[in-house]
């Protein structure tokens, strides 16, 4: 199952520069590093998008990253994979679902929800919720991001999400996800660079895990600013947990 879930992540990577002439989106690299009080990880990312019009009004949006990481434990490498259909009501709002599943640790976890994009002058406001079903529990999530563009190549945002994991054998766990991100793409160039951080907390059991992440992007279809409001930023912003970046 977990070699199906791998290749359908790499699918969706790979598709989008293979229909980059009716898509917008992108294709990205990165070196990750996670500090979880004191277990260190070191990595790579592999993830992509593409968003497709299907009609005036609706947009398909997939998405995919593979990662690897390695660490004294060993080594590991996951995928997530996500579909979105959205709606634009106007020029500003962008409304729909999603589907998506992510391999963590070995097992398959599914995911369904509901997002919301209200785009301003300057910046995109992006609101999610999701139901995840993990081994032997329930998640649910509610986040938030919001994207400053100081102009169309270079965005500045923050995001943050409150995450309610329902465990059969322990009870309930809380669990708070906040963090900074930039992206800028160099001018004349469909090559952006980005780099991000975010904390997840586990207040019930006082854990707490930095993730860090930077790389390189090529871009199609636009500046930075365009392709979010195409729905070519659907599933990457800081609106969820690190390891579900299906959504």
Do not use: C
């Amino acid at each position: 199952m977990k070699t199906i879930l791998l290749a359908s992540a790499a699918a969706a990577l790979f598709a989008a520069p293979a229909f980059a002439q009716e898509s917008v989106g992108s294709v990205g690299l990165g070196y990750a590093h996670t500090d979880t009080e004191g277990l260190k990880t070191d990595g790579a990312t592999l993830d992509g998008v593409a968003a497709v019009k299907v009609a005036p009004e609706w947009t398909v949006t997939v998405n995919g990253s593979v990662a690897y990481a390695d660490s004294d434990f060993g080594d590991d490498t996951v995928g997530a994979a996500a579909a979105h259909l959205t709606k634009t009501f106007g020029s500003d709002l962008r409304a729909g679902a999603f589907a998506g599943v992510s391999d963590i640790g070995g097992e398959n976890y599914f995911s369904v929800g509901g997002e919301v994009q209200k785009y301003l002058l300057s910046a995109t406001l992006t609101g999610v919720v999701a139901y995840t079903d993990l081994d032997g529990a329930d998640a649910w999530t509610f986040g938030g991001d919001a994207a400053y563009y100081v102009n169309p190549s270079l965005r500045l945002n923050a995001g943050v999400s409150y995450n309610n994991v329902d465990v059969d054998s322990v009870g309930e766990i809380d669990a708070w996800a906040y963090g900074v991100g930039a992206e800028y793409q160099l001018d004349n160039s469909p090559i952006s660079l980005f780099g991000s951080w975010q904390r997840v907390s586990l207040n019930d059991v006082d854990v707490d895990s930095d993730n860090f992440v930077v790389g390189a992007r090529y871009n199609f279809g636009g500046t930075l600013q365009s392709l979010d409001r195409a729905g070519a930023n659907l599933g990457r912003t800081l609106a969820g947990l690190p390891g579900l970046r299906g959504f």
